[in-house]
C-alpha cells in the first residue's frame, strides 16, 4: 500500500467528520474534488424537493406562500447565520451573488456622501470585478484595484467601500478578514466582504468583526444545488440607512398592501427585490440541515489537514512536474491550486479518470477539498491520478 497509503488510511480511521458523509448521495467510483464550485447532493435534498413539489405547490397550491414560502429567505437566512457569525436578523437569502454584490455596493456608495472611489480586489473574481465597475459607472465614482495584504496605499479619504474576496478563487489564498477590516474601517469606509470561497468551512465571524456587509454562494461548499440564491448580510446598526436599488415589491415594508409608493422595510427584508425562487431556495433549507451539530472549527482543521496531506502527496508523486501555487502555510481556503503549462489537457486526463477537480485558463489545475464528505483518500487517489496522467501526456506525441 505504501507508506501514503497507510497515512490516509490511518487519517481517515480518526476522523471525526466522518460520519457526516453518509449524509451526501456521493457518485460511485468518483473522486469529486469540486465542492469549491458545485457541492455534492446531500441525501435528504431529494425527498425536499419532491414533497415541496408534490406537497406543497401540487396540493396545496397557492396557499403555500402564506404557510412558509414568502417568509423562506429570512428563514434560511438564520440558517446560514451561525455559518457566518452572525446574530439574527442580518442575512437573507435571496438572488444571486452578482445581485446581491450590486444591491451592498450601490447601498454602501449611498452611505458615503462625498467620497467617490470604490476599491476592488484586484485579483477578485471576475463578476466582482464587473459589478464593481457598473455600479462606479452610475454612481459616477472612481474605480481602484487593490489587494486585501495591501490596502494602506490604496485607502484614504475618497474611499467609500472596499470589496474583498477572503479566498482567492484561483490560488487558494486566504486573506486576513479582521486586519482587512481594520484598515478599512480606519480609512472611514465601509467593507463588503465575498465570501464565496469560504462560507461553510472557515469559521467566520462577522459580527465580532463589525463587517458591514457581505455576500456569498450557496451552491458551492455549502451544497444548496446548482443556481441555489446566494445570501447578504447587513449589519444591524446600518441596515436602517441600507438604501439598495432593487427597489422591488419583496423588499417592502408592506409588500401585500400594493401601495403605489415604496417603502423599504425596516429590517432585513429590504434586502429582498422579487419573488424568492422557492424550489431551489427550500432545496437549500434541506441541504443546511446536514450542518446541524458540525463544529466550523473542527471543520477547518479537517481542510487544512486534507488540503495539506493533497500537497504533500503532490509532492512526493509529482515533485516539480507541477508548480504549487496555493500556499503551504495555513493561509489558505480549502483548496488546492496547482501550475502546468498542460494544465487543461491534464485536467481532462484526470476526469477521464473519474478525479473531478476543474481548470482556471491559463495554466491552473484547482482541487477543492470539502470537509464534509471528501477522505484523505481522496486526497491520495488525486495525487496518484495525477502522476498518471503526466506519465501518459509525457508519451502522447508532441502537439504541433
Ligand atoms: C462563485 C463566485 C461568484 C458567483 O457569483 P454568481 O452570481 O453566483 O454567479 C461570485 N464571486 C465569487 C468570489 C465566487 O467565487
Not at 441600507?242 to 427584508?269: C, K, N, S, V
Request: glycine share 12%.
Amino acid at each position: 500500500m505504501g507508506e501514503l497509503g497507510e497515512r490516509a488510511a490511518e487519517l481517515d480511521g480518526g476522523d471525526s467528520l466522518a460520519l457526516v458523509r453518509g449524509e451526501f448521495d456521493l457518485a460511485p467510483g468518483v473522486v469529486y474534488l469540486d465542492g469549491n464550485s458545485l457541492g455534492a447532493l446531500p441525501r435528504r435534498v431529494a425527498g425536499r424537493v419532491a414533497e415541496v413539489v408534490g406537497q406543497q405547490w401540487g396540493r396545496r397550491l397557492i396557499r403555500s406562500w402564506s404557510e412558509g414560502w414568502w417568509t423562506a429567505p429570512e428563514r434560511v437566512g438564520e440558517r446560514v447565520a451561525p455559518l457566518v457569525g452572525a446574530g439574527p436578523g442580518q442575512v437573507v437569502v435571496a438572488d444571486s451573488t452578482s445581485v446581491n454584490l450590486f444591491k451592498a455596493l450601490v447601498g454602501a456608495v449611498r452611505m458615503a456622501p462625498g467620497r467617490s472611489e470604490i476599491v476592488v480586489d484586484a485579483a477578485t473574481f471576475p463578476t466582482d470585478g464587473y459589478v464593481a465597475e457598473s455600479v462606479a459607472g452610475l454612481m459616477n465614482v472612481e474605480l481602484r484595484a487593490a489587494t486585501a495584504d495591501r490596502l494602506d496605499d490604496v485607502l484614504g479619504e475618497r474611499t467609500a467601500v472596499v470589496l474583498l474576496n477572503q479566498v482567492d478563487y484561483r490560488t487558494g489564498r486566504l486573506y486576513d478578514m479582521a486586519s482587512a477590516t481594520e484598515t478599512v474601517h480606519g480609512a472611514g469606509a465601509r467593507v463588503v466582504w465575498d465570501l464565496c470561497h469560504s462560507v461553510g468551512v472557515l469559521p467566520i465571524e462577522l459580527d465580532a468583526l463589525g463587517v458591514d456587509f457581505a455576500v456569498g454562494c450557496t451552491y458551492k461548499f455549502l451544497n444548496g444545488g446548482p443556481g441555489a440564491p446566494a445570501f447578504i448580510y447587513v449589519r444591524k446598526d446600518l441596515q436602517g440607512a441600507f438604501e439598495q436599488p432593487l427597489a422591488g415589491w419583496g423588499g417592502h415594508r408592506d409588500p401585500f398592501a400594493m401601495a403605489p409608493t415604496y417603502e423599504p422595510a425596516a429590517g432585513i427584508e429590504r434586502a429582498r427585490a422579487g419573488t424568492p425562487d422557492i424550489l431551489s431556495l427550500l432545496a437549500l433549507e434541506a441541504a443546511l440541515e446536514v450542518w446541524d451539530g458540525v463544529d466550523l472549527a473542527e471543520v477547518r482543521a479537517k481542510g487544512l489537514a486534507l488540503t495539506g496531506f493533497f500537497i504533500e502527496c503532490v509532492d512526493e508523486l509529482v515533485g516539480d512536474a507541477v508548480e504549487v501555487v496555493t500556499p503551504r502555510d495555513g493561509m489558505r481556503g480549502h483548496q488546492v491550486s496547482l501550475r502546468h503549462d498542460d494544465a487543461r489537457a491534464l485536467m481532462a486526463e484526470l476526469i477521464a479518470r473519474e478525479v473531478i477537480g476543474d481548470f482556471r485558463a491559463p495554466d491552473i489545475m484547482r482541487f477543492g477539498f470539502a470537509p464534509l464528505y471528501n477522505r484523505y483518500g481522496d486526497a491520495l487517489s488525486a495525487a496518484r491520478a495525477l502522476a498518471d496522467a503526466l506519465a501518459t501526456l509525457k508519451d502522447a506525441p508532441a502537439r504541433p
